[in-house]
């Protein structure tokens, strides 16, 4: 990877710092600065395992399972728990002592581009609300693309570039609600859903599903197939 594609494919320094600040907080819970990630996680593990099943994962033999930004491991046990061996890769872990332990998953602190230089491939890997803090999303898309095995599933989640996600998710969460710490999202490095198709496209990629992830009335986030607008979740199968 030469030196220009490592940092499109690296986190954008001043999220990198914003982040390494915040990584003692995955510990707190939804008591914490990522009670959103704690509140929507039900939901985004029920599109994974959607996909996962759809894909036959897990009859597979030692399914390998890779979780690129993961933080505290709210994706990545779930993922242990099921059969999966799981490396969790991100460039701010909370310490050793507030992390997760299973058998089956293994943390690593790296920055993404050093997680993408490796040659292994995984039969499934997740991209939770990543493509938004690197320097080229659609550049980040097709380099982790890359470590899916032929058959195998690749997940984000992220944010649409919309107006609607301008106001609901920087306007209201970070400036006037302050349900998300100020300053974790910048409107301009949004990807919408289209962009990201195109770009997988053309790396041996078909669309698998695609949802929003909206706020539930009766508390929690649902998935829904209208609202794509702000918060969306979108899986991949690499072709055979």
């Not at 593990?45 to 399972?65: E, M, Q, T, Y």
């Not at 790296?110 to 803090?133: K, P, Q, S």
């Not at 400036?175 to 100020?182: C, S, T």
Request: one cysteine or more.
């Amino acid at each position: 990877m030469s030196e220009r594609a490592r940092l499109k494919v690296s986190s954008k320094p001043d999220h990198a710092r914003n982040f390494a600040g915040l990584a003692g907080e995955w510990a707190r819970g939804r008591g914490g600065a990522w009670r959103v990630l704690h509140e929507m996680n039900e939901a985004r593990l029920g599109f994974i395992f959607s996909a996962v099943a759809r894909a036959g994962l897990l009859k597979a033999k030692n399914p390998r399972a890779l979780d690129i930004g993961g933080g505290g491991g709210l994706v990545a046990l779930p993922l242990a728990e099921a059969g999966f061996r799981v490396l969790a890769a991100d460039p701010a872990l909370p310490a050793e002592g507030e992390r997760p332990a299973h058998g089956g998953l293994a943390f690593v602190e790296a920055e993404f581009a050093d997680i993408m230089r490796a040659r292994r491939l995984y039969d499934l890997v997740v991209c939770l609300e990543v493509v938004e803090h690197v320097e080229d999303a659609v550049a980040f898309a097709a380099a982790a693309g890359r470590m899916v095995r032929p058959g195998g599933v690749l997940i984000f989640s992220t944010i649409n570039r919309s107006w609607k996600s301008w106001v609901v998710d920087i306007a209201l969460a970070e400036g006037v609600l302050g349900v998300v710490p100020a300053g974790t999202h910048d409107w301009r490095s949004f990807v919408t859903p289209g962009e990201l198709v195109i770009g997988l496209e053309g790396a041996g990629f078909v669309l698998d599903e695609m949802a929003g992830l909206v706020p539930d009335v009766f508390g929690g986030w649902r998935l829904s197939s209208r609202r794509l607008a702000c918060n969306y979740i979108i899986s991949f199968r690499r072709q055979e």
